[in-house]
Nanobody
Framework: EVQLVESGGGLVQAGGSLRLSCAASGFTLDDYTIGWFREAPGKEREGVSCIMSSDGSTYYADSVKGRFTISRDNAKNTVYLQMNSLKPDDTAVYSC???????????????????WGQGTQVTVSS
């Protein structure tokens, strides 16, 4: 069974950090571009970060650049999103997704995603 399972969300004060994990089963992350997305109530889904399978190049939305870091551990078939200097505006459900056809520029739009995780809630208090 193909699955993406996120973990690591929670409640944190502004300025704090969290590390999200996205563990894949049933397939190998090596073959995919992987994106992290977030969706807050009343807001559109936002692609916040992405990492390519081909060369490890990364993408960050302007809203998280310099604060978030995406990485992958192919041996563990897991992708991480390290989130530092969190702000209340970062509060959202964060989901990972994999894309077999697009580079990050395409993946981050979310339209060519093959699989989505179920999401993990991140809440940042002021």
């Amino acid at each position: 069974e193909v699955q993406l399972v996120e973990s690591g969300g929670g409640l944190v004060q502004a300025g704090g950090s969290l590390r999200l994990s996205c563990a894949a089963s049933g397939f190998t992350l090596d073959d995919y571009t992987i994106g992290w997305f977030r969706e807050a109530p009343g807001k559109e889904r936002e692609g916040v970060s992405c990492i390519m399978s081909s060369d490890g190049s990364t993408y960050y939305a302007d809203s998280v650049k310099g604060r978030f870091t995406i990485s992958r551990d192919n041996a563990k078939n897991t992708v991480y999103l390290q989130m530092n200097s969190l702000k209340p505006d970062d509060t959202a459900v964060y989901s990972c997704a994999v894309d077999s056809v697009s580079d990050c520029e395409g993946t981050i739009e979310g339209d060519t995603v093959d699989y989505w995780g179920q999401g993990t809630q991140v809440t940042v208090s002021s």
